[in-house]
């Protein structure tokens, strides 16, 4: 849901989005000219020296964090960030502020997104813990952006967005999916992640 924009798929634009990765962010990246095959997306983070480039896409829409010296203007739905660092902190803070609960969204260490809470290592559903692994938990998170986007996550976003390299083949992505339904069931008494064909997955109302 954190697209990492440059004006080609550069050695800054993968360390960032690893580093997204690492932090438990769902992120992808891709060249200006690519955006439009990597939807769903909520963020974009790229760098000052091609912010232009990035606002001069159809995507006017999406919030953009810029990293770097130069001029941002922010008047186009955008905001500077000095360092790496700060634009991970800005987006995190970003999606909190627009996903999250507006009543009860302010934990300390975690966000309530209805009906699931998020901590650092775990969620609950209606406060039933689930413990995922950190692939399990990645997808969980873009499942719930998708979701609430109306829309599926295919196998070929959810590769780009919770893999890192070249993993996550239908197979791997379908024994995640099946393993985090399994734990969910276990902690909730069903599994809400559902799948329709030549679309893709999808979590349940509940």
Do not use: W
């Amino acid at each position: 849901m954190i697209l990492v924009c440059d004006s080609e798929v550069s050695e800054r634009a993968v360390d960032l989005r690893n580093a997204l990765l690492d932090l438990g962010s769902p992120a992808c990246v891709s060249p200006i000219s690519d955006i439009k095959n990597h939807t769903p997306f909520c963020l974009i983070i790229t760098f000052s020296d091609v912010f232009g480039e990035v606002r001069r896409t159809p995507f006017d829409e999406v919030f953009v964090i810029a990293i770097g010296e130069g001029f941002i203007n922010t008047a186009l739905n955008a905001i500077q960030a000095k360092t790496q660092e700060s634009a991970i902190s800005m987006a995190r803070d970003y999606l909190r502020v627009k996903y999250c609960d507006k009543h009860n969204g302010g934990y300390c260490n975690g966000a309530f997104v209805p009906p699931f809470y998020f901590s650092e290592r775990f969620f609950e559903i209606y406060s039933n813990m689930v413990a995922p692994t950190e692939t399990e938990y990645l997808i969980f998170k873009f499942l719930v952006f998708c979701t609430k986007s109306s829309v599926y996550a295919d196998v070929g976003s959810i590769r780009d967005y919770c893999f890192s390299g070249k993993g996550g083949d239908s197979n791997v992505i379908a024994a995640h999916i099946s393993s985090l339904n399994k734990k969910i069931h276990e902690a909730y008494g069903k599994k809400i992640i559902k799948s329709r064909r030549f679309k893709g997955y999808y979590i349940e109302k509940i």
